[in-house]
């Protein structure tokens, strides 16, 4: 799987010719599953127009609205509940999956009950535009500052499927997230840590991790 980690989508000339280059085709030409769940388990977004907004493409967040070929959604909740082949042979076939912001924990524990996280590794093709939450879920672990919904094993462990962590939005003028908080964030991680402000996205293809940015970014070694 290749992967865009953004702090707030899509959001400048550089991201998206990342994204094109990723995707090896148009956006134009390109289909696209948008993914909620993580937005239901935080306290400050759950259910409701923050959802409607990320699906619908009415969110300054770019993700949906960036002129797909289609957009459909892909609520992680509800696998579970019915057979795979209702659902596998959509990611399968789909060029990117759109992963909303919200908690990362609880996205992760989805990931995992609804099997999407056992599936990630065949997806050879398949683009994972995170966005926060949709970013940090990629990494080993989160950092107790980010903790908000603990799964039944408690803990900060994500998905671990790259080898650093991320503090996104760094000086976002609506958010505590300063350097000094970053600062403090990476000095407790068991991993590398990149703080990055949301003109900022890390790419990363068969390994290889390169920063994408018309902003500004740290890296914690």
């Not at 239901?40 to 797909?68: K, V």
């Not at 462990?157 to 990476?186: C, Q, R, Y």
């Not at 000095?187 to 994408?212: E, K, S």
Request: net charge negative.
């Amino acid at each position: 799987m290749k992967l865009l980690l953004t702090s707030a989508g899509v959001q400048n000339p550089s991201i998206e010719a990342a994204l094109v280059d990723l995707l090896g085709k148009p956006i134009a030409d390109s289909t696209a599953l948008c993914i909620p769940t993580a937005q239901y388990g935080h306290p400050d977004i759950g259910p409701g127009p923050g959802a409607w907004r990320f699906i619908s493409g009415n969110s300054p967040l770019r993700m949906t609205s960036l002129g797909w070929k289609s957009v459909g959604v892909l609520e992680l909740t509800a696998l579970p509940s019915i057979d795979k082949d209702r659902w596998v042979a959509a990611v399968q076939e789909t060029d990117a999956l759109l992963v909303s912001g919200g908690d990362t924990l609880y996205l992760a524990y989805w990931m995992r009950q609804s099997g999407l996280a056992d599936l990630l590794p065949s997806l050879n093709d398949t683009v994972w535009v995170g966005l926060s939450a949709g970013s940090m879920v990629m990494a080993p672990s989160i950092g107790d500052e980010f903790i908000q919904w603990r799964p039944p094993t408690g803990g900060d462990e994500a998905l671990g499927l790259v080898d650093f962590a991320i503090f996104p939005h760094l000086d976002d003028t609506s958010s505590e997230n300063t350097m000094a908080d970053a600062v403090k964030w990476a000095a407790h991680l068991p991993v590398p840590g990149y703080a990055v402000d949301d003109q900022t996205a890390i790419r990363v293809v068969d390994g290889a991790v390169d920063v994408v940015s018309e902003g500004t970014w740290r890296l914690f070694s």
